[in-house]
């Protein structure tokens, strides 16, 4: 079975939590900026997953519903000692989002997270990972999340 179609027990995974910020890297550095999801959240999130790439649809606050890629875990490449639950919104914002609520539904698991030799490996790992996110839009049973009632309650 492909890394893409791997299915796990643990999902789909529901997750919703406030915008805190990160290690500050994210956005400009590696052209992906993540909303770091708040403590709770994190604890939320399920111990029989593992850490790694998941993607599935994510909104902010009332906004709509849009493909997202997150990564779950300690950061492996900068050698982060706190788990973090990131998402990255495939969407153009116009403002950072701190303290902002978001709703998300990771859908399928893509790969664990790994170490890479370089900044530019790690960047073309997470530009097939958003792919990945976007060709969700393109599947038919799998974008009826985007309508999944967890995203209409607030
Ligand atoms: C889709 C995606 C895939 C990622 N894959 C990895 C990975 O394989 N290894 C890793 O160390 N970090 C990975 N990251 C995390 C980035 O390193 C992280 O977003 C970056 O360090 C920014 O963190 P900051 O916002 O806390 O500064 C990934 C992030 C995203 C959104």
């Known amino acids: 079975m492909s890394a893409s179609t791997k299915t796990l027990s643990a999902l789909p995974i529901f ?4 915008v805190v910020r990160g290690y500050g890297r994210g956005g ?9 999801l708040d403590e709770t959240a ?9 850490t790694g790439v998941y993607i599935g649809f994510a909104k902010v606050n009332n906004d709509k519903v849009y493909p997202m890629a997150m990564s779950v875990g300690y950061n492996v490449h900068f050698g982060n000692d706190n788990k973090t639950v990131e ?13 902002e609520i978001i709703t998300a539904i990771a859908i399928k698991y893509l790969r664990p997270m790994k170490q890479f030799n370089s900044k530019e490996e790690l960047i073309e790992a997470i530009e097939e990972d ?4 976007r060709n969700l ?3 038919t ?3 009826k999340w985007t309508q999944h009632s967890y995203f209409s309650k607030l």
């Not at 400009?28 to 770091?36: F, G, H």
């Not at 958003?130 to 996110?133: L, Y």
Request: hydrophobic share 35%; net charge negative; proline share 7%.
């Open 87 to 99: 998402i990255h919104i495939l969407h153009e914002f116009e403002n950072d989002f701190y303290d």
């Open 137 to 139: 839009f393109n599947d």
């Open 42 to 50: 994190v604890n939320s999130f399920p111990s029989d997953a593992p």
């Open 141 to 143: 049973e799998l974008s």
């Open 28 to 36: 400009r550095e590696l052209n992906c900026p993540t909303a770091n």
């Open 15 to 18: 997750l919703r939590g406030k």
């Open 130 to 133: 958003k792919k990945a996110a």
